[in-house]
Nanobody, 125 residues
Framework: VQLQASGGGLVQPGGSLRLSCAAS????????IGWFRQAPGKEREGVSC????????YYADSVEGRFTISRDNANNTVYLQMNSLKPEDTAVYYC???????????????????WGQGTLVTVSS
């Protein structure tokens, strides 16, 4: 059972990246998937979540309108499309899977049965 986060890199302000969260050993269909990030010296924060129950999506205020989370069940992968990136988006991004109905944007503590290893996003000119 494994989650693999990928797609990070160095991008200029205003640029775009697409992060992927691929599952192996289990199906993502039954899980809510969350994306989180942690910048140096800061606590981990919830970025986005897609619900397993109704497919609803949720975003932190700081990324609303710029980031889009989506599922590809055929490929057992969840994506985070990040547009109009800002230097303050620089962080290690993690994905996680959970059955919980709690949306982990405001409070990510304790959320996530399975976690990916993290992928670094650096937004800099």
């Amino acid at each position: 059972v494994q989650l693999q986060a990928s797609g990070g890199g160095l991008v200029q302000p205003g640029g775009s990246l697409r992060l992927s969260c691929a599952a192996s050993g289990f199906s993502l269909d039954y899980y809510s998937i969350g994306w989180f990030r942690q910048a140096p010296g800061k606590e981990r924060e919830g970025v986005s979540c897609i619900s397993n129950r109704d497919g609803n999506t949720y975003y932190a205020d700081s990324v609303e309108g710029r980031f889009t989370i989506s599922r590809d069940n055929a490929n057992n992968t969840v994506y985070l499309q990040m547009n109009s990136l800002k230097p303050e988006d620089t962080a290690v991004y993690y994905c996680a899977a959970d059955f919980s109905i709690r949306i982990p944007i405001k409070n990510p503590t304790g959320w996530g049965i399975y976690w990916g290893q993290g992928t670094l996003v650096t937004v800099s000119s």
